[in-house]
């Protein structure tokens, strides 16, 4: 069922909701924050994604929400306006060999602390989406459904998104077989009944394969 249309006022009190941990940040001290997510943990093939990004304070970015709640199209289009309005943001990746080798936990706090350090400008604090890290010596929280909860958040989990899926339909070309423009990477039936069929491909992720192929 889509989601009713907000009215402008209403989009602009569902923003400013959306802002209230980092005016919290704000009124302790913290100027400059920055938000970060991942996408890709689960699939099967491809690395993991992580985006940092931090915004000016008070942005108004309308529509901007979890990447999950949005439709391909809007992701595309937020994703331009978030790079032209933010005030730094970068994009990391770490490819599948690594995850097979670190796995993809590990994997993924590379990812989230590769794209921290990766920004032009020097976050004070650092809210990152799910409910643990490692390896991060900035001031930060971790924030439980963040990308729901902070426009940062929210706006590096649209970054990382889209960034993964660019990757993986371009994968698609390469390796046609498997279609991986329509699931992504993810473990569907058609996915796994191509896995069988053509073996892995050089960006699986071995280590997430070991049940299917009864290794």
Do not use: W
């Amino acid at each position: 069922m889509p989601r009713k249309k907000l009215t402008p006022e209403e989009e602009r009190a569902r923003i400013y909701e959306m802002q209230y941990i980092e005016r919290e940040k704000r009124s302790a001290g913290y100027a400059v924050i920055a938000g970060v997510d991942e996408a890709g943990r689960g699939p099967l093939a491809g690395p993991v994604y992580s985006a940092a990004v931090i915004l000016p304070e008070n942005v108004f970015i309308e529509g901007i929400n979890d990447s999950k709640k949005l439709s391909e199209k809007k992701r595309e289009e937020l994703f331009d306006i978030i790079c032209e309005k933010s005030l730094a943001y970068s994009i990391y990746s770490v490819d599948e060999k690594r995850i097979d080798e670190i796995n993809i936990l590990n994997a993924t706090y590379e990812a989230m602390n590769g794209a921290v350090n990766s920004l032009d400008m020097a976050p004070e604090y650092v809210l990152i989406d799910g409910n643990r890290i490692q390896g991060m010596d900035i001031p930060h929280e971790t924030v439980v459904k963040g990308d729901a909860k902070s426009i940062s958040i929210a706006a590096a989990s649209i970054l990382a998104k889209v960034s993964r899926d660019r990757f993986i339909c371009k994968m698609a070309e390469k390796y046609p077989e498997y279609g991986f423009e329509k699931h992504k990477g993810y473990g569907t039936a058609a996915h796994n009944a191509a896995i069988l069929k053509h073996g892995p491909c050089p960006i699986h992720r071995k280590t997430f394969l070991k049940k299917l192929l009864g290794e």
